[in-house]
C-alpha cells in the first residue's frame, strides 16, 4: 500500500512539475526557473554564478548541444560584478564595477572577447587614454577643433606641475614588466613588484609626487598595492592584455557610457541562447555538497538542487570569506590557494555638482602626503563622454577602500570634499548634489572587486586554485593565469571549463585537472 501511494505521489509530481516547465518555456527570462523555491531539481550542470565566466560557460554548453543546465544568480540580474546604477538629478548611468573594456584589437591580430560582444549589441564606448591623457600637456582633436587644455596635476598645495615625475613612473613600470619578463624566461625567483622597482633603481621614497604617480600606474591597475603583488605575473598580466608582442590585444581601453550600462552586452548575449526554465534570480547559495556521484546547491531558504555536475564562479573574494560552505570541506591544497591568492578592492565614488568647476581633461592626478588617499580623479562631464553631466569621480584601492567601507558615506563625503577643495584653493566647493559609491569589500556577494597575483602565490597554486574537486569545478577571473582581474578572463575560463564538463557529459575523456597535493620549495631554507 505504502508503495503504491509513494507511485502515484512521484507520477503526481512528475506530471506537475513538467506541465510546469512546458509553461514556463514560452515566458522571457523572468528569473524564476519555473519552479517554486520548495522544489528539488536535478539537472545535468548547475552553474553557480550570473556573471560573465557563469553566463559564457552557459552559452558555451548552449553551443555544444547541453541544454540541461540550470543558473542559480544571487542579484535579481545578470552580470555579477558589471552593476550600473542611475546617478544624480539627470538619472545619468554610471558603473559602480566593471567600466572599461581593456585592450581591443591591433589590425587583425586577435580581439578581445569582450569587444566582440560590445560590438554585436551596440555598447556606447568611448576611447579612454589613461597615459596621453597625463603625459601630454596638449591634446588636439583635430576632427572637432576643440583644444583641450593642459592635464592638471595638483597636491595639498593645488595646482602643481609634476607630469616629469608622472612619465618617470610610467617608464618604471614598463621596465618593471620587461626585466620580469626576462625573469620568467630564465626561471628566476619572483619578486615583489616594489622589490623589482628598487633593484631597478626606482624608489619614490617619501616624495608625494612620486606616490602618486606610482599609484596611478600600479595600485589603480591592479587594486593593491607594489609590495603586494607579484613582479612576475604583473608582467605576464599586463603583457598579455597590452602588449601586441607578447601576444596582447592592443594598448586601448574603451570606457562604457551607454545608459544602458555596461551590463547590457552580456545580458544581451544571455537573451540570445537562455530559456526561462534555465535561470534562477534572487537565489543564494549557502552549501555545496560535492562528491564523485554530482553536487547538491543548498539555497538560503532551505531548498537544495542537484546535478550531475557544477561549475562554480563565485568571486574568489566569496570563497576566501567562507561565505558558502563546502560540504566535505575543500581539500588542503584548494584551501591553500584560496587562501593564498588575494582579493583587491576598487572603489569609484561619485560626486555632481551643479556646474562643472574642475580640469578640462579627462583625469586628474591628486598627490597627497598619505598615499593611495584619493588620488585619481576622472571627469565624465567632458568632452565625448557626458558632457553637462556636472559628474567627477574619485578612486581609491586596497586598504584605502577597505578604511571608507568603514566609515559613513556622509565622512567620506567630507573628505572628497576637502581633497576637492585643496586641488583648488582659490574657489568655494558647491555642494554636492548626489554622491554614491558601492561598497564592495563588505558585500558578502563578492567580498572584494577582482583578484591579484600576490608574490607567495606560485604557479601550482594557480593550478590548485583552478582544479576541480570530483565533480565541482571552478571558473571565473581569478581562475584565469595570463589575464586575472580582467572580464576577458572571466569569459575565456568560462568558455574552457565549460567545454572539459562537455566532455565528461558525453564520457570522451573525463581528465582531472591538474593539481598539487603539496608545493615544495626546490631547495631547502
Not at 558589471?82 to 546617478?87: E, G, N
Not at 591544497?333 to 561619485?350: D, N, P, S, V, W
Amino acid at each position: 500500500m505504502l508503495l503504491k501511494q509513494a507511485t502515484l505521489l512521484f507520477l503526481w509530481t512528475y506530471f506537475t512539475f513538467s506541465q510546469g516547465l512546458a509553461t514556463h518555456e514560452k515566458e522571457a527570462l523572468d528569473g524564476t526557473g519555473g519552479l517554486s523555491p520548495t522544489v528539488v531539481r536535478s539537472n545535468k550542470v548547475l552553474i553557480l554564478g550570473g556573471g560573465v565566466a557563469g553566463i559564457i560557460a552557459a552559452r558555451t554548453l548552449h553551443e555544444q548541444g547541453i541544454d540541461d543546465f540550470l543558473i542559480l544568480e544571487a542579484r535579481a540580474e545578470l552580470g555579477g560584478r558589471l552593476q550600473s546604477t542611475s546617478f544624480g538629478t539627470g538619472n545619468t548611468t554610471v558603473e559602480l564595477g566593471a567600466n572599461w573594456i581593456q585592450g581591443t584589437q591591433t589590425g587583425d591580430g586577435p580581439i578581445n572577447p569582450i569587444l566582440t560582444l560590445a560590438r554585436k549589441h551596440g555598447l556606447k564606448d568611448q576611447p579612454s587614454n589613461f597615459y596621453e591623457s597625463m603625459s601630454k600637456q596638449t591634446l588636439l582633436f583635430w576632427a572637432r577643433s576643440i583644444l583641450i587644455g593642459s592635464t592638471e596635476t595638483f597636491d595639498k598645495t593645488g595646482e602643481v606641475d609634476f607630469l616629469d615625475v608622472f612619465n618617470a613612473s610610467v617608464d618604471a613600470f614598463e621596465r618593471l614588466t620587461e626585466y620580469s619578463g626576462e625573469r620568467l624566461s630564465k626561471n628566476w625567483i619572483d619578486l615583489t613588484a616594489e622589490s623589482t622597482y628598487n633593484l631597478l633603481g626606482y624608489d619614490p621614497h617619501n616624495d608625494a609626487h612620486a606616490l602618486a604617480s606610482e599609484y596611478f600606474n600600479f595600485d589603480w591597475e591592479y587594486a593593491q598595492k607594489p609590495d603586494q603583488s607579484s613582479a612576475i605575473a604583473t608582467s605576464r598580466n599586463s603583457n598579455f592584455t597590452y602588449n601586441v608582442e607578447g601576444g596582447g590585444f592592443s594598448d586601448d581601453n574603451l570606457l562604457s557610457i551607454d545608459h544602458r550600462g555596461f551590463k547590457m552586452f552580456i545580458q544581451k548575449e544571455a537573451a540570445t541562447f537562455l530559456q526561462a526554465k534555465q535561470l534562477r534570480l534572487k537565489t543564494v547559495v549557502k552549501s555545496i555538497h560535492w562528491s564523485s556521484s554530482g553536487v547538491i546547491a543548498v539555497l538560503e531558504d532551505g531548498s537544495s538542487f542537484s546535478a550531475d555536475y557544477a561549475i562554480c564562479t563565485f568571486s574568489l573574494g566569496v570563497l576566501k570569506n567562507d561565505d558558502v560552505e563546502f560540504v566535505p570541506r575543500l581539500p588542503a591544497f584548494k584551501a591553500e590557494a584560496i587562501a593564498t591568492m588575494t582579493m583587491g578592492t576598487y572603489t569609484k565614488i561619485f560626486l555632481q555638482f551643479p556646474r562643472k568647476f574642475w580640469f578640462n581633461t579627462e583625469f586628474a592626478l591628486y598627490a597627497d602626503p598619505e598615499r593611495g588617499r584619493y588620488p585619481v580623479w576622472q571627469s565624465l562631464d567632458h568632452e565625448g563622454f557626458m558632457p553637462g553631466s556636472g559628474i567627477i569621480f574619485a578612486t581609491v584601492t586596497g586598504d584605502f577602500s577597505q578604511r571608507i567601507e568603514a566609515m559613513s558615506d556622509a565622512e567620506v563625503k567630507a573628505e572628497c570634499l576637502r581633497v576637492l577643495q585643496s586641488m583648488y584653493p582659490n574657489i568655494t566647493i558647491p555642494a554636492p548634489m548626489d554622491f554614491k559609491f558601492a561598497r564592495w569589500f563588505s558585500d558578502p556577494l563578492f567580498r572584494g572587486s577582482y583578484s591579484n597575483w600576490p608574490p607567495s602565490f606560485v604557479s601550482q597554486h594557480h593550478d590548485n586554485l583552478r582544479a576541480n574537486v570530483e565533480r565541482l569545478y571552478f571558473a571565473g577571473e581569478a581562475t584565469s593565469q595570463d589575464y586575472y582581474g580582467y572580464l576577458h578572463g572571466a569569459y575565456f575560463e568560462g568558455v574552457d571549463i565549460a567545454k572539459i564538463v562537455t566532455k565528461c557529459i558525453r564520457g570522451k575523456g573525463c581528465v582531472e585537472l591538474q593539481s598539487y597535493g603539496e608545493i615544495k620549495n626546490t631547495v631547502p631554507y
